[in-house]
């Protein structure tokens, strides 16, 4: 959970706690050679606020933005403590993760089902890491199903191409 926290104050360059962060959230399902490399692609959008703006047009386009929009919201939880954290922790549940969310996020029903039993019996100090195994899960389904087309989009390439001219 730990890179997430830190897409916002990361630099560019990988320093070797970047790439080790960025393993914590590859999964078995993600950690080949090539979806490697995609992955620090990734985590470089997710860093950059202009850049991760382009893909949640890109991903609000194809109606798949939840899970990028989630994993910000959890960022700003994971800052809150006390009833501020009770409250956000709460408006996630409804939003991205309960039943009849109005957002819903594609995670596992197990790790649905173990985030609000989680709530449920620390819902006056909900713990940091109640979200971390959903964050996961949402940037491999990025990983798995938009961040690839995203790449090859015309607004990547142009993307690319006006950030090298700054």
């Known amino acids: 959970m730990e890179g997430i926290r830190q897409l916002k104050l990361i630099e560019p360059t990988k320093s070797k706690e970047i790439i080790k962060e960025e393993k914590k959230i590859e999964s078995p399902l993600t950690a080949s050679p090539s979806s490697s490399s995609l992955m620090g692609d990734l985590m470089s959008v997710l860093r950059d606020a202009r850049m991760r703006g382009f893909y949640a047009e890109f991903l609000n386009e194809l109606g798949e933005a939840n899970e990028l929009y989630f994993c910000e919201t959890v960022q700003e939880f994971e800052g809150l403590t006390g009833s501020s954290s009770t409250l956000h922790a709460r408006l996630i549940l409804e939003k991205y993760i309960t039943d009849y969310a109005e957002e819903p996020i594609d995670i596992q029903d197990e790790t ?21 195994a959903a964050v996961k899960e949402c940037i491999d389904f990025m990983l798995q199903n938009s961040f690839q087309d995203f790449k090859t989009s015309e607004r990547y390439l142009f993307m690319q191409a006006s950030r090298l001219k700054f």
Do not use: W, Y
């Not at 649905?112 to 971390?132: C, H, K, M, W, Y």
């Open 112 to 132: 649905r089902d173990r985030i609000v039993e989680r709530f449920a019996q620390n819902s006056g100090n909900p713990p940091t890491d109640l979200f971390e």
